[in-house]
């Protein structure tokens, strides 16, 4: 028997298109819960709620379902080096993975718009990091340049078997809750996300594991909406840095699984996006980062304009941990009370 911590090749090997003589390699990636909503789902109408936390995989986030499939592939075709081009998450598993399993590591940021959690894992790890004056969209274009003219193994997204391993976190929903939801809600980014649980999903459906398909709700931030208005966003600003993209490389697959689930790729304010990350850690205990939140606000705006039912089955994917980025919430949290040493002071200060 297979279990969570043997991975995601492991655990679903026989359902991903990788050669079979690539290695079997892990660092405990995928099988992350599924948690109930005790309160945000009720207060919306919502027959469930869940909350896939992808904030728990090895390096925070879900970007190493796919790393994992990527570099067992590299390392199958004998590369030595890896690069991406990164809004922070795909750098850090791609350090992580690669400094594990032996592959120089490169990674290309965006200068000044990178979580500094996400800039300390790449580095702690081992990557090369150089940072670009401009946007992701920038760094994924000069990355796909060099990877043309030398000997170094793409792992964005746009590398198959990123898309391919990610689609695992669709069959863990199915096995987790005996069937896939009504809705499911993600933030949308570069669209490799989308476009890989949309593909799970449809597996799942055709195999007769599940005997729904849901209907894919994404969430862009508004000054980063590409997929929302159909047209690339030059200078795309969001206070949620890992979808700070203005020209999403799976841009067909988000408009696929938007369309062929009778579903919505819609955008929602940074101030919904951090409303709903607060909400999330203080009424539910989980704290992600501001991306993730972003499935969430998205979920309450369609339910909003009446596009979710009440009696609907929801998931929302978290998709990376909150302590990536704690800039990003530190203004809006409550100060510390300072107090003398002793427990009288302490009693005053807490209104006893
Ligand atoms: C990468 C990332 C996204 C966006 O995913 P795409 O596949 O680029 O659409 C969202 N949230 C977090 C935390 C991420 O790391």
Redesign the pocket.
């Known amino acids: 028997m297979t279990t969570r911590a043997q991975g995601v090749i492991a655990r679903w090997g026989d359902r991903l298109a990788l050669p079979a003589m690539a290695p079997r390699i892990s660092l405990g990636e995928g099988g992350t819960p599924c948690v109930e909503s005790l309160t945000i789902g009720p207060s919306l109408g919502l027959a469930s709620l869940h909350f896939k936390l992808?904030?728990l995989n090895p390096t925070g986030?879900?970007?190493d379902r796919g790393m994992v499939v990527a570099v067992a592939n590299a390392l199958h075709e004998g590369s030595r080096a890896i690069i991406c081009a990164s809004?922070?998450?795909?750098s850090a598993s791609a350090a992580a993975y690669g400094g594990r399993f032996g592959l120089r590591t490169v990674v290309v940021v965006p200068r000044g718009h990178i979580a500094s959690g996400k800039l300390v894992q790449a580095r702690v790890h081992g990557a090369t990091v150089v940072s670009v004056n401009g946007g992701f969209d920038l760094a994924l274009r000069i990355v796909r340049e060099l990877c043309e003219r030398h000997p170094v193994t793409l792992v964005n997204?746009l590398n198959p078997n990123r898309i391919e391993g990610?689609k695992t976190a669709a069959f863990e929903i199915v096995d987790e809750l005996g069937d896939a939801p009504d809705v499911l809600a993600?933030?949308?980014?570069?669209?490799?996300?989308?476009?890989?649980y949309w593909r799970g999903f449809r597996e799942d459906h055709r195999d007769g594991r599940s005997t729904r398909l849901p209907r894919m709700f994404g969430g862009q931030a508004s000054g980063a909406a590409p997929l929302v208005l159909g047209r690339p966003v030059d200078d795309p600003q969001t206070v949620?840095t890992?979808?700070r993209?203005g020209n999403?490389a799976?841009w067909q697959g988000?408009v696929d699984a938007r369309d062929q689930s009778e579903g919505m790729i819609a955008s929602v304010g940074d101030d919904a996006i951090l409303d709903a990350q607060r909400r999330l850690a203080r009424l539910e205990g989980i704290f992600?980062?501001p991306?993730?939140a972003?499935s969430l606000a998205v979920l309450e705006r369609a339910v909003a304009e009446g596009a979710v039912a009440p009696g609907t089955h929801a998931v929302c994917v978290l998709?990376?941990n909150g302590l990536?980025d704690p800039g990003a919430v530190e203004a809006a949290l409550t100060p510390i009370v300072e107090i003398s040493s002793n427990a009288g002071a302490l009693a005053h200060a807490i209104g006893l």
């Open positions: 992808e904030g986030s879900f970007k809004t922070g998450n795909t997204s990610q993600l933030p949308v980014g570069n669209a490799g996300n989308i476009t890989a949620a890992a979808i993209i999403p799976s988000a992600c980062e991306a993730s972003a998709t990376g990536k």
